[in-house]
């Protein structure tokens, strides 16, 4: 049996899947896509065969390691350890071979289910591409994207409409990875009057916009409403993917930016918006710091734009230049609060470095030690996993010391370690912004996230004693790091240390950087308080914490004796301050420019932020206010590192944030599931909702309570 075919409209559509087949479709309006190699839907058959039944039933309890999704992995493990056909192999080279004879060619392997081009069942994003693989390791991509057909989201997903993967077939599209100037996704429906939408994930876009609207009227003539994505070199986009398109409703950015121009809201960051002197303190560093990115408040809400102007440093600068940046913290930051000026002084002499020095060059030495594994045929995701979980940084010692409060026997036990954490973490808040109390200042507040969280123990023996990777040893993981190493030719051995270790202290001081962050802000919290209890002593103010809604110029002219503004005038200035508040939290802006077709109300698309799968029952804690911490799953908008310590879920789902972000990384070092990025989460699910949670596709599923699949067809 041949598995491999060149994609032609001859080949009989059932073997092609859906990716292929609107490539077809595609190259039949007569626009440039990339010539392509199926390995059809015959392949994941024969290897399907013979192997363990997928579970016929979906579980109402929500207990990780239950029956079905231990049955799953199961058929997960049975795909993965099945060897290839005779001659599979040597079809799939002969094919790359033709596809591209350089021996330095670069492929994409992309799922194409049969499902992944059906309205009402688009299933996008559900299944694994590879990108950018080498041609060594696209028989390894194919298995990993193979395998992306029975994980725990792709099964309940078709269980839930009836289908099964088995029955409707699953093959593999691969082509010449097509590099670009800009790429995203854009679409049209002929029927609204919105104009077409084009949401770009990379690069500049402005050279493709007018071909990129030319072939949405003219595939929407013969389609409908479309959705397809793209990757563009100039003027002339090379288009991967045809479905149809449902749009869903638009939500306008605050303060009416373009939603396709540069600006992003850091919602990972500050979901909620800043007080007036946050909003100083912010268009302060961004006036006197030079890094990688802009800064603006716009309608109260923190965005951010790269600065393509920014040269980074070397990766090796971040750790001589951090710990010159501890060693300043330690001679500014450990006196009594100074004057307002000096403690912005000491502010950006902390700010610029850390934002304009190590993490770009912690940035550098992540980029450059994936490339170096990329261009050996290693998947770097992994690896920094793993490091996540092994480096010493800030992140795991605030972990330990809050578990340390959690399990202390007795109150005199549990307020040394409170002590303990205090002394390290006190300077840190729920929120990254001045106004925000410190936990030093507000201990209370502290001791109430904490009492909510139960013991490591006590959450292992709930969860029925499994936790996945919780028990991994860090000689496990060392070891896993070893057969990295091992899997590398003895020539590349010299760059694989050197870029390890840059990898490790990045790792560390992306972590650590929080923390000295939060010791820098709370000087000048205090600095603020001190000139407000001034104000409030002389009767201008009816409180100390009202210095923090009132312009940062404003009161850094009055500490300096420029101006003397009256009662009445900072009364005016705080009431409007508080009214512009009230109106902000009521219009926040679009969290997400991502395309919503093919959208259902049971399916939300992140990213995989640690791997596992969990069925449970839903809490939402928006933003940082009112997260619950005994969640089984906790959706929230973001989760601050700072706060990650102070709550507990068995998985997380997240609205912001991606794979090498703070939340990923201590969901893996916890060793519980999470899917980050998913953005629409928290509105889309609500208190209560059981769902399946699916960490490594980086999909959340919403189940019914009685949810049942007999012979995949689903009843209420």
Known sequence: MSFCVRLRPSVEARRLGGKARSLLRLATAGLRVPEALVVTSDLFAAQRAGGPPLPAELPRAGVPGSGTLAAIGAVAAA???????????????????????????????????????????????????????????????????????????????????????????????????????????????????????????????????????????????????????????????????????????????????????????????????????????????????????????????????????????????????????????????????????????????????????????????????????????????????????????????????????????????RRVALDAYLDLFGDESCAWDVAAPTWREDPEALQRRLRARPPTDQLDADRGGETRETRETRETRIARIDRVEAALPATARDGWTRLLAAAQRAVASGEDDDALYARAQAQVRRALLRQGAGLAADGRLARAEEIFWLPLDLVRAGARGEITPSRDDLATLIDAARAADRAARAHPPALSRALSAGETSDLIRGRSGAGGAFIGRVRIGVGTEGADPSAEVLVAATILPTELPLVDAAALVVETGGPLGHVAAQARERGIPAVVGAAGACTRLRDGDRVLVDGDAGVVIKLGDAARVVGWATTA
């Open 79 to 413: 795909l993965a350890a099945r060897a290839w056909p005779a001659g599979f192999v040597e079809e799939l080279t002969g094919g790359l071979a033709d596809l591209d004879p350089s021996p330095d060619a670069r492929f994409a392997v992309r799922s194409s289910a049969a499902v992944e081009d059906r309205a009402g069942a688009l299933a996008a994003g559900l299944f694994l591409s590879r990108l950018d693989v080498p041609r060594h390791a696209v028989p390894e991509a194919v298995r990993a994207v193979l395998a992306s057909a029975v994980a725990p989201a792709a099964v309940v997903y078709l269980a839930q409409r009836g289908l099964t993967i088995d029955a409707l077939g699953f093959s593999v599209l691969i082509h010449p990875f097509v590099g670009g100037d800009a790429a995203g996704i854009a679409a049209w429906d002929p029927t609204s009057p919105a104009p077409p939408l084009i949401d770009t994930h990379l690069g500049d876009d402005r050279a493709a916009r007018g071909p990129l609207e030319a072939a949405l009227h003219q595939l929407a003539a013969s389609h409908g409403a479309v959705e397809v994505e793209w990757v563009a070199a100039g003027d002339r986009p090379t288009f991967l993917q045809l479905r149809p398109y449902r749009a869903g409703p638009r939500t306008e950015r605050a303060g009416g930016d373009d939603p396709n121009g540069p600006w992003r809201w850091d919602a990972a960051h500050n979901p909620l918006p800043l007080s007036p002197a946050q909003a100083g303190l912010v268009a302060l560093a961004d006036a006197r710091c030079r890094t990688a990115f802009r800064q603006r408040v716009t309608d109260g809400y923190l965005f951010y734009a790269d600065d393509p102007s920014f040269t980074a440093r070397t990766p090796s600068a971040d750790a001589d230049t951090f710990a010159v940046l501890k060693a300043l913290a330690e001679t500014r930051l450990g006196v009594p609060a100074p004057n307002l000026e000096e403690a912005l002084e000491t502010f950006t002499a902390i700010y610029g470095p850390l934002f304009g020095e190590v993490q770009p060059a912690a940035r550098a030495a992540r980029i450059a030690l994936s490339s170096f594994l990329r261009s050996h045929g290693l998947d770097p995701t992994p690896l920094f996993q793993t490091l996540a979980a092994i480096v010493a940084s800030a992140a795991g010692e605030r972990r330990r010391r809050a578990e340390a409060v959690v399990s202390a026997p007795d109150a005199p036990t």
